[in-house]
């Protein structure tokens, strides 16, 4: 593959690579709606799909939202090294499979996680050059309590166990990057959008710029 390329438009593509964006959150501050809105607009980016060993709730497609697995098939993940990073989250484990992260990355698509503090603490470990984090707060308290009754799609005992596990949660905030306050989903997904657009031209990702910048010192 060539360090850069020229599109349709005339313009010369430098080769990138791809970043790794995080968006974490409690429970129904809105993370879920702007990760899908983003995976809309923003053809670049491809969602990580996560292993977990929680039960699929009504909607959800297997291999879409999640990799559900057994227990076994889980721990069996862990030893052979496949995850970038795992957690127990509530009184499940979830995980970030590594084999699809790596191939996106190289080929300069960035990829979307919808992880929690304790995957992103990992991440920042292993692959901190790769990583954007974002972290979304709800504007209340009142609200977050609102959109997790709306949900209903946990029962009243699970929703009060997040309600109480937002806090432990949210006093993470401080570890990411950049900090939105989910007032209104569209601004929050335009912040997301600067965030990325800002990122994508930091220039160690840009790793067609050694040779960009010969040809131009070359007058080509
Ligand atoms: P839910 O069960 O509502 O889909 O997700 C519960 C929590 O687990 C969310 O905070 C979500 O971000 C987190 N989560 C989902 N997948 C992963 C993963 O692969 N790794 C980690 N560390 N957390 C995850």
Same mark, same amino acid.
Request: without cysteine; aromatic residues 8%.
């Given at each position: 593959?060539?360090?850069?390329?020229? +599109?349709?438009?005339?313009?010369?593509?430098?080769?990138?690579?791809?970043?790794? /964006?995080?968006l974490s959150s409690p429970s129904g501050a809105g993370k879920t709606t702007?990760?899908?809105? /983003?995976?809309?607009? %923003?053809?670049?980016?491809?969602? =990580?799909?996560? #292993?977990?060993?929680r #039960?699929?709730r009504?909607?959800?497609?297997?291999?879409?939202?999640?990799?559900?697995?057994?227990? @076994?098939?889980?721990?069996?993940?862990?030893?052979?090294? %496949?995850?970038?990073?795992?957690?127990?989250v509530f009184?499940?484990?979830y995980?970030?499979?590594?084999?699809?992260?790596?191939?996106?990355?190289?080929?300069?698509?960035?990829?979307?996680?919808d992880i929690d503090?304790?995957? @992103?603490?990992?991440? #920042?470990?292993?692959?901190? %050059? +790769? /990583? *954007?984090?974002?972290?979304v707060l709800p504007?209340?308290? &009142?609200?977050l309590e609102r959109r997790l009754h709306t949900r209903a799609q946990d029962?009243?005992?699970v929703v009060a166990k997040r309600m109480a596990k937002a806090a432990d949660e949210m006093?993470?905030?401080?570890?990411?990057?950049?900090?939105? *306050?989910n007032?209104?989903?569209?601004? =929050?997904?335009? =912040?997301?959008? #600067?965030? /990325?657009?800002?990122?994508?031209?930091?220039?160690? &990702?840009?790793?067609?710029?050694?040779?960009? *910048?010969?040809?131009?010192? %070359?007058?080509?």
């Amino acid at each position: 593959m060539s360090d850069s390329a020229t +599109d349709n438009s005339g313009f010369i593509d430098i080769r990138r690579r791809g970043l790794m /964006l995080v968006l974490s959150s409690p429970s129904g501050a809105g993370k879920t709606t702007i990760s899908r809105r /983003l995976l809309e607009l %923003e053809p670049q980016i491809a969602l =990580s799909v996560s #292993a977990t060993t929680r #039960a699929k709730r009504p909607g959800e497609t297997a291999g879409i939202d999640y990799h559900f697995v057994e227990p @076994t098939e889980f721990n069996l993940m862990i030893n052979r090294g %496949e995850f970038l990073e795992y957690a127990k989250v509530f009184d499940n484990y979830y995980g970030t499979p590594k084999a699809q992260v790596a191939k996106e990355i190289a080929r300069g698509r960035d990829i979307l996680f919808d992880i929690d503090w304790q995957g @992103t603490q990992q991440l #920042a470990h292993n692959a901190r %050059e +790769d /990583l *954007v984090s974002v972290f979304v707060l709800p504007p209340t308290t &009142r609200e977050l309590e609102r959109r997790l009754h709306t949900r209903a799609q946990d029962s009243a005992e699970v929703v009060a166990k997040r309600m109480a596990k937002a806090a432990d949660e949210m006093s993470h905030w401080a570890e990411y990057d950049y900090i939105i *306050v989910n007032h209104d989903i569209d601004s =929050s997904v335009e =912040s997301v959008r #600067a965030i /990325l657009r800002a990122e994508r031209l930091r220039r160690q &990702r840009q790793i067609g710029l050694t040779d960009f *910048v010969k040809g131009l010192r %070359e007058g080509q």
